[in-house]
Each structure stands twice: as C-alpha cells, then as structure tokens.
C-alpha cells in the first residue's frame, strides 16, 4: 500500500467523522440558535464536506493503480483544500453571520472542480 492510499483514506474517514459530528451539531445543536437561512448555509457545508470526504476515500482507492502519483496526490490535496475552504468558510459563515467570509467558498469551490480535473488526469496515461 502506498503513501498516497494510505493518507487520503485516513483523511476522507477523519473528515466523514467530521462531517458526522458537525452534522449532528447543526441539527441539534445550531437550529434553536442561528436563523433557518444560515442553518442551510450550514447544511450546505456539511454535504459538500460528505461527498468530497468520500472523494478522499476514492482518491485513496485510485491511487493503488497504475496512475500517475503525482496527479493524484495533487487531487487529494485540491480536495482536501477544498472541504476546508468551501465547507469550513460556510460553518464560520453561519454560524458567526459575517458575510465577508462568503468570498472564500468559491474558492474552495474551485478547489473542488479541480481536484476532480486532477483526478481525471492521473488516468491520462493508462
């Protein structure tokens, strides 16, 4: 197993049980406290950190092939950057109201389409 398998695995399962915890958080939690715009704002946050957690996990998986490592290590470290800016700038967003911190989730939403892209590029020479 290589370094890549093993890193982006581990990341995608610590950012699921994130993505868990923080999850339960806002629908108990945070829904008696912020207003129910900002708790979607949230709940957005929480479902790009899920899917993009299990894209770390698949990362993780696709790196035991024949590709070339260096694009997916590239890929799994877009999308973690990713889960933090996009996901991470929502849940300070929401729950602190400051609306400034809204330029950052495009950021880590280009974060995303690029990992994605990486990923897609590991496979160029199989």
């Known amino acids: 197993m290589n370094t890549n398998t093993k890193t982006f695995i581990k990341l995608g399962a610590i950012m699921m049980a994130l993505s ?7 629908a108990h939690g ?4 912020i207003e129910h715009d900002m708790l979607t704002i949230y709940q957005t946050g929480i479902q790009y950190q899920f899917y993009h957690s299990l894209g770390l996990i698949l990362i993780g998986l696709i790196s035991t092939l024949q590709i070339e490592q260096n694009k ?3 890929a799994g470290w877009t999308m973690f950057a990713g889960i933090i800016l996009f996901s991470g700038s929502l849940y300070i967003l929401s ?6 911190i809204g ?3 495009p950021i880590g939403g280009v974060a995303f389409i690029l990992s994605w892209i990486f990923l897609y590029r590991s496979f160029k020479t199989i």
């Open 95 to 100: 729950i602190t109201g400051i609306k400034i």
């Open 30 to 33: 945070l829904k008696k406290i």
């Open 103 to 105: 330029v950052i989730t």
């Open 20 to 26: 868990v915890a923080l999850g339960a958080f806002g």
């Open 72 to 74: 997916i290590k590239l």
